[in-house]
């Protein structure tokens, strides 16, 4: 079934197009926010208020851009409504637990601590295109911003990047492991 | 401790990996299923029927017969005064074991390969959990001061608990709203006479044969069929109240950090400081359960390089390391504030003792002009640094949550 088709069959009630949804697009929309966010509880949250803002609008979905980029679009726009409410950003983010990955798993959150300090439409066309491998067109269809900016955008984010992650290289991004 | 080097392309690659718990899709899918637009009032009368019979077979016939709906079984369950419940692997393993009382609980939680224990909640009133979480050091830490570590505190209830859903196949099931029920029927098993349902579980994800006594309705036996885990839940009248006591002594291999004594000895220990010389006041020598020595003054914040790290006497020491907060590079932070208490900002860093140390250290502390030393400072042990983040001023008190810079 075609992202159109579902979108129709979501707009008319269909119960099994909510089931073929979630097993579709939970996960996606989950890591997205939860690397947004940096914690797991509410980026359940959101990703549940998300998958309910497309149901309600699954009538508008053209089909121009995947059904994949614009839940994320949906998901994005959840976010900075959520981070708006935020007075400060919480401390407690989810750190990885320790385990057999956990070299990689401080890997990742070290990624995710210096994306955290970039502005957040530069962080969610890098986690877009390079995590959930939407292609530079639809980055710029979920945020609704141009290929060019799309691009820009990429760029500054991996600049900044390497140059946080090699003056990280003092410091250990999360130095605490049994 | 050894510095993380952060390849790029790795880290992406893991984040791309990472997934929702299929408790939380779920519940999402639950969410979504109670907002979907009905097609005709047809369905929704009849799902109306259906609760209301329901509730009058639970009214009418609270001691259901032979066969009763699953929905009443899970209800009868899920409403006992007290329950004893052990999960095992289909090897026969324990992975788990529950009791609780009321509003008191006790919960083990068993590594299925090295037989110990790895985690463990008890709650004596409603608002208070203490938890126990065993770290295994892992092959190849070689620092001879790195302990296996286990952690203990209390959770004051307004953070979130440590989910026992993760463990508990009772409890997943139980909580399941969207079980869809494939078959049950009378069987006759070697415990007795019993109403076997044959249950899909979104929740759980998979199968379960679930066994429950047709006189009352409760569930004693569940059985995970695609890993063969098995749940057997008794129903003890009385359960010794010895069980829920929350000083347990395990681990003996172990260190035990009691986060909330650490905390609070930090929190003296920086306000008072270890001595003052030249201008600065050592304020905190900690070990990690690493092996890493961690120390902490005021009046001579360390260069955001650490190219001036601290000495010790006598022990070999491995590269500085830390966080820009605690340098002269604290903007970097996301956050950096005068540790309460004392109302400075903290200034260290860390270095792996690659020695055995011994109890007190000869400590010698970076200035603009040299170094100043320290004799003989006695070093607390904890768990991780992240453990003392609300006297060092990096959240606030109870909260865990960071005040702005």
């Known amino acids: 079934m075609d992202d159109v088709e579902l979108a129709k069959r979501l707009a008319a009630g269909d119960h099994g197009a909510v089931d073929l949804l979630v097993d579709a697009h939970h996960a996606s929309i989950f890591r997205f926010l939860r690397q947004l966010t940096r914690h797991v509880d509410d980026a359940e949250d959101l990703a549940q208020q998300t998958l309910m803002r497309a149901l309600k609008g699954a009538d508008r979905f053209d089909g121009r851009a995947g059904l994949r980029p614009w839940l994320l679009g949906i998901a994005f726009r959840e976010f900075t409504k959520w981070r708006r409410k935020k007075l400060w950003l919480p401390l407690t983010i989810d750190r990885p637990n320790p385990g057999d990955d956990y070299e990689r798993l401080l890997e990742a959150d070290a990624l995710l601590d210096a994306l955290s300090r970039l502005p957040e439409g530069v962080r969610a066309a890098f986690l877009m295109h390079y995590v959930e491998g939407l292609s530079l067109r639809e980055v710029g269809e979920s945020l609704a911003i141009p290929e060019g900016t799309v691009k820009s955008r990429l760029h500054t984010a991996r600049t900044q990047l390497s140059s946080m992650l090699e003056e990280e290289v003092p410091y250990a991004a999360n130095p605490c492991k049994p | ?405």
């Open chain 2, 1 to 405: 401790m050894p510095q993380i080097p952060v390849n790029l392309n790795s880290a992406i690659e893991t984040l791309k990996e990472e997934m929702p718990s299929e408790e939380a899709r779920a519940r999402a899918s639950q969410a979504l299923s109670t907002r979907r637009p009905r097609a005709s009032w047809i369905p929704r009368l009849a799902l109306v029927g259906g609760a209301i019979g329901v509730a009058m077979a639970i009214i009418l016939w609270p001691r259901p017969t032979l066969g009763s709906p699953w929905s009443v079984a899970a209800l009868q369950t899920a409403n006992v005064p007290a329950s004893h419940r052990i999960e095992r692997s289909a090897t026969g393993e324990t992975l788990m074991e529950i009791w609780q009382e009321g509003g008191k609980m006790a919960m083990t939680a068993h590594d299925p390969k090295t037989r110990r224990v790895i985690l463990l909640m008890r709650r004596n009133d409603k608002q208070h959990l203490s938890y126990f979480n065993f770290y295994p050091p892992r092959p190849k830490d070689r620092n001879p001061n790195a302990t296996p570590a286990a952690t203990k505190g209390r959770n004051d209830g307004r953070s979130r608990p440590y989910d026992a859903a993760n463990f508990d196949l009772v409890k997943t099931l139980l909580d399941d709203k969207n079980v869809k029920v494939l078959d049950q029927r009378n069987v006759t098993t070697p415990e007795g006479e019993r109403t076997y349902y044959k249950l899909r579980s979104t929740l759980a994800g998979h199968t379960l044969d679930v066994y429950a006594e047709p006189q009352t309705g409760r569930i004693r036996k569940i059985v995970s069929v695609p890993n063969g885990t098995i749940a057997t839940i008794e129903y003890p009248a009385t359960i010794d109240p010895a069980v829920f006591d929350v000083n347990v002594a395990l681990a003996s291999d172990a260190v035990t950090y009691d986060i909330d004594e650490e905390t609070a000895q930090a929190r003296r220990t920086l306000a008072a400081g270890l001595g003052s010389k030249g201008g600065v006041t050592l304020r905190l020598a900690a070990m990690d359960s690493s092996g890493s020595l961690w120390v902490l003054w005021t009046g001579a914040t360390p260069e955001g390089n650490l190219s001036k790290p601290f000495k010790v006497t006598g022990v070999k020491l491995g590269k500085a390391y830390g966080l820009p907060a605690l340098t002269t590079s604290w903007k970097k932070a996301r956050v950096s504030l005068p540790a309460p208490g004392i109302g400075v900002r903290l200034g260290g860093m860390a270095r792996p003792v690659l020695t055995k140390a011994p109890k007190t250290l000869d400590i010698s502390i970076p200035t603009p002009s040299g170094y100043v030393l320290f004799r003989q400072i006695a070093y607390q042990r904890i768990n991780l640094i992240y453990d003392l983040s609300e006297p060092m001023g990096w959240s606030k008190p109870d909260t865990g949550h960071a005040v702005r810079r």
